[in-house]
């Protein structure tokens, strides 16, 4: 046993290394390392069914049930019989265990269990008044578990289900151009789409295109991209301006625009800056070039490196092989090859990347990265240099444009090869490696010399100052977090309608200090809280003073930098943070690394009562997206981490107002009425179980027979209500995004919350008052036409139980606000199979039942016929009348936009094609501008210099080329235009009327 537990000797020597081959089992096998098998499925063959009934039993609900059935099946307590509770539960079971199991099949494609202590039932002979109590007692919890029944549970699963295809099955969800539609990758949380309130997004790839265009630089404190007139005024780029002529380069691409000559000239003439800048473009960088069909193609890690590969390529520095320990490059003409000794990759935390070569003896270091971390690694000789180029990236950040530094270093041998015996330990330690390599990083990358910069373009995608906006009128708040510099976040954020002139101010944090970023932030809450605390108000009643207030676009807006945002997220600013935050309409946070993401939409979730949602596109929100209650990847062009992380997908961020504005409020909208309608047709169905008990001396005996017991639930009420949880909608989904405002009540859950609760619940107790009792007094000293007695228990239950299948029916018929066929036909389907089926449960040939005749002995009488009519007239007949009246005196928006939607149906289709002509003239275009964020995903540096990247054969002539970029879009912001004013307009034709 010593050997077991014997200490491990310190003598023996730490492992400093591990030798591997990629793809050679084999080899590997020798070392017994851990494999790296990743399991994305839950279940398989052998372990399903326990695995699955193990987590099913874990839920309450289910537990409950099977406690109930557990209870049924002792005689001595129980009334009903046990087949009650076991149909109900074992659909339930095989419904979501074939759920389960389809969701796993799908994950696999795409690649506690309750204690309970043993029950001790009662003696044969309990003696006593308790024993009784006991018995009774536990007799009425089965009599009344229907109260809340399992069908419940499989009901709202099934809705779900159906609303989550609802998403899948949406064409306007769909993108033709990627062939990508909508994908709801969870079922539980459609309801929630209805609640949101905070929005957090990136801003690359998914507010913007993430298609990068190479549009400016500044080499030497020179501008290069910018066009002047004669009077030396700047000039605007428009479609009709000649480009410059590349095409004496045999590397050019004819998609890349270039209209400035100087640049070109400057090249041609031999100057030494500007080669040295585009050399840089052509080294640094971890690109891994192919030809395809004769043409040199560029696979990027990143969309904008991409693009400047691409522009050094097209002006004559064409990157064109590189091997392990080579890159190989065409340079104005002629071939030149370096060896490649280092590749310093890029992360979050530096922000930067490096290559170091030699050629010709000379070797060198190439560094680009954000302007603020390599400005303070710069020589002092370039200082007068960063200033100038400081002023040229705050011109290309007031344009919106993406910018990058780039600097060099000459290296002597001896420095080098000190440096490269350091690199070498740090890179094969065990400990704290990471750290190790960082400070070997930041001992080379020191004294560089600044060579430029560059601005890339990146547009807004279709219907993003719209979709912000109309978000933003839902009282959404949105808080983009963003890489770009300051300058940059600000003008996307006026592009996208994030921030507007309307605002009553945008307050910038960007101290450095603890101390200097508390006193801004305070500053801020105190302005702010200068101003009328209600100005933002909502309101949704129908008088024009309260749709005015709700218009009001005022308000607030913060931007904060990354190095602000880290002292603002420290233990004694995070709620003065959170507090400034929650009071704007609208937050920027800049320069921000994915951890920062993740702990802002943290904060705000742990200390606010609000859903949050999270949306982004790549690898580096995948932490921001999982910190969300709900994360929303876009399947861009930065592969699909984002999409598997989240639990909805789709192509473009316009998409999101229709998941949010449409089917998160159709899910929350059907959900709350079906959980409204659900616990008002159970109370009304099983107290009169209770009321009957006054009657019987509480023995337990049951008012309904057993099968219409067991059948209430599952196949009398049920789907009507799934009818009406599946297709029912108060207004058209035209009108969701017309009207924002009609998303807030989910906010404050004004569709159901503790007092619609209780007044579902009192509606059902006071149903089933009349339900019981209304029949109670018709039979009282009731006879049919023979002046036989007709009152018994079973024609009295069977008249309870009819006339409450009309009225719970007929009810969910008044609910349903929007008639399908399938409505139609659930809900007097329902009526007829109620019917026909206890015909067949009461025919003759059923001898040994108790009920076998009392259908007939019932309808054969006018009592049954004049109970169910005047029964159904006193419970139906107010709340028609009470809905009637609330429209007209005290109309929600919701009631005035079905006016106007009714309305709108009514008219001609001329009259209706003369408004969309007017609708259409004076459209305007919105100004679309585009900003830098840069990438946070580590680079391919380590798998290049592995050699593992590196390609064995000849590509097929089969593989795809890439696509080529789209044209810039042009927002049309004419429907938000025109809608500014439609609820007023409303107000005035309800007026009218």
């Known amino acids: 046993m010593k050997k077991f537990f014997k200490r491990k000797n310190s003598d023996t020597p730490q492992e400093t290394e591990r030798r591997i081959r990629a793809n050679d089992a084999e080899f590997n096998s020798q070392f017994s390392y851990a494999n790296n098998y990743i399991s994305t499925t839950k279940y398989n063959v052998f372990t399903f069914l326990p695995k699955n009934l193990f987590e099913q039993f874990q839920r309450v609900a289910n537990a409950y049930f099977l406690v109930l059935l557990i209870l049924q099946v002792i005689p001595q307590i129980s009334s009903l019989t046990p087949v009650t509770t076991v149909i109900p539960l074992v659909v339930v079971l095989t419904l979501t265990a074939i759920k389960d199991a389809i969701d796993d099949y799908l994950r696999y494609n795409f690649q506690t269990y309750l204690p309970w202590e043993q029950f001790i039932g009662p003696r044969d002979q309990a003696p006593g008044a308790t024993a009784i109590a006991s018995l009774v007692f536990f007799s009425y919890i089965i009599v009344l578990n229907t109260v809340v029944p399992i069908s419940l549970y499989v009901s709202v699963e099934a809705i779900r289900l159906v609303q989550s295809r609802w998403i899948h099955w949406d064409h306007a969800m769909y993108h033709e151009r990627t062939d990508t539609p909508a994908k709801a990758r969870t079922t539980k949380l459609n309801e929630e789409l209805g609640q949101i309130q905070y929005i957090f997004s990136d801003k690359t790839g998914t507010l913007t295109q993430n298609i990068m265009t ?142 170091i070569v030699r050629r010709d003896g000379q070797i060198r270091l190439y560094c680009k990265g954000a302007d603020s971390v390599i400005e303070q690694r710069l020589h002092e000789d370039s200082r007068a240099l960063m200033q100038k180029t400081t002023e040229h990236l705050n011109k290309f950040a007031s344009e919106g444009l993406r910018t990058l530094c780039g600097a060099v270093k000459d290296i002597t041998n001896d420095e080098y090869e000190r440096w490269q015996r350091s690199y070498q330990e740090a890179s094969i330690s065990l400990d704290d490696r990471d750290a190790k390599l960082e400070a070997v990083y930041e001992d080379i990358e020191r004294n560089m010399l600044l060579c430029g910069a560059t601005a890339i373009e990146d547009m807004l995608q279709d219907g993003v100052p719209e979709t912000i906006e109309k978000l933003a009128r839902a009282d959404i708040k949105i808080w983009v977090l963003t890489g770009d510099k300051t300058e940059t976040a600000i003008n996307i954020g006026y592009s996208c309608r994030l921030l507007t002139d309307e605002m009553t101010d945008v307050f910038n944090i960007d101290e450095d200090t603890l101390a200097g970023v508390e006193q801004q932030l305070l500053k801020a809450r105190a302005s702010m809280q200068s101003e009328a605390a209600d100005k933002h108000s909502v309101a949704f009643r129908g008088n024009q003073e309260q749709i005015q207030a709700g218009e009001d676009m005022a308000g607030f807006a913060l931007v904060i930098n990354g190095h602000s945002l880290s002292f603002a997220l420290e233990p004694k600013l995070e709620m003065l943070f959170l507090e400034v935050g929650c009071l704007c309409r609208a937050v920027i946070c800049c320069r921000v690394t994915p951890l920062q ?70 899910s929350y909208f059907r959900i709350c009425k079906f959980l409204r309608y659900f616990f008002y047709k159970n109370f009304a169905f099983t107290l009169g179980h209770f009321w009957f008990a006054f009657f019987c001396g509480f023995s337990a005996q049951t008012l309904y027979d057993q099968y219409f017991i067991s059948f209430y639930n599952l196949f009398y009420t049920s789907l009507p209500v799934l009818a009406m949880g599946v297709f029912d909608q108060d207004v058209s989904d035209k009108h969701s995004l017309r009207y924002p405002r009609l998303y807030v009540p989910g ?171 007017r609708s259409s003239m004076g459209r305007s275009r919105a100004s679309l501008r585009s900003g830098y964020a840069f990438s946070h995903q580590e680079g391919f540096g380590r798998l290049i210099k592995s050699g593992a990247m590196m390609r064995s054969k000849e590509p097929t002539a089969k593989e795809k080329k890439t696509p080529a970029p789209a044209k810039e879009n042009r927002a049309n912001s004419s429907e938000v235009a025109e809608n500014d004013s439609n609820d007023v307009k409303l107000v005035k034709f309800v007026t009218k009327t």
């Open 214 to 355: 190479f549009d400016k630089c500044t080499i030497n404190g020179k501008i290069y991209g910018i066009l002047y007139d004669s009077q030396g005024n700047e000039r605007e780029v428009t479609d009709s301006t000649p480009r410059v002529d590349l095409s004496a380069n045999p590397y050019y691409e004819k998609k890349f625009d270039w209209h400035d000559r100087t640049l070109l000239d400057a090249i041609e003439r031999g100057d030494e800056d500007a080669h040295l800048f585009f050399e840089l473009l052509c080294i640094c960088h971890t690109v891994m070039p192919e030809e395809r069909d004769g043409e040199l193609i560029y696979q990027a890690q990143s969309p904008d490196e991409g693009a400047l590969v691409s522009a050094a390529r097209n002006f004559g520095f064409v990157f064109k092989s590189r091997t392990p320990n080579t890159i190989t490059s065409v340079i104005q003409g002629r071939e030149v090859e370096y060896e490649l000794l280092n590749i310093l990759d890029f992360n979050n935390v530096r922000k930067r990347m490096s290559v």
């Open 597 to 666: 993401k993740a702990l802002v939409v943290e904060l705000v979730k742990k200390h606010k009562k609000a859903v949050t949602l999270a949306i982004g596109d790549g690898a580096n929100d995948v932490s921001m997206i999982k910190a969300a209650h709900i994360g929303v990847g876009i399947s861009g062009q930065e592969g699909m981490q984002a999409v598997l992380a989240s639990d909805y997908a789709f192509a473009q961020f316009m998409f999101l107002q229709r998941l949010l504005l449409v089917h998160g409020r159709w």
């Open 747 to 917: 906010h404050t859950d004004s569709f159901f919350n503790k007092k619609i609760f209780a007044i579902s619940l009192l509606k059902g107790i006071i149903h089933s008052l009349a339900l019981f009792f209304i029949p109670y007094g018709a039979y009282y000293h009731s006879s049919n036409h023979n002046g036989q007695d007709i009152a018994s228990v079973h024609v009295f239950g069977f008249t309870v139980a009819t006339c409450l299948i009309v009225v719970v029916t007929l009810q969910c018929g008044l609910d349903t606000a929007y008639w399908t066929g399938v409505n139609h036909f659930v809900i007097w389907g329902s009526l007829v199979f109620f019917f026909a089926l206890h015909f067949l449960i009461y025919a003759n040939f059923f001898h040994y039942y108790e009920y076998v005749g009392t259908d007939r002995i019932a309808m054969g009488s006018a009592v049954y016929w004049f109970t169910v009519l005047l029964t159904s007239v006193v419970l139906l007949l107010p709340v028609a009348a009470y809905r009637f009246y609330k429209m007209d005196v005290n109309p929600t928006l919701t009631d005035i936009v079905r006016m106007k939607q009714r309305l709108i149906h009514s008219q001609s289709k001329s009259s209706d094609f003369t408004s969309r002509v």
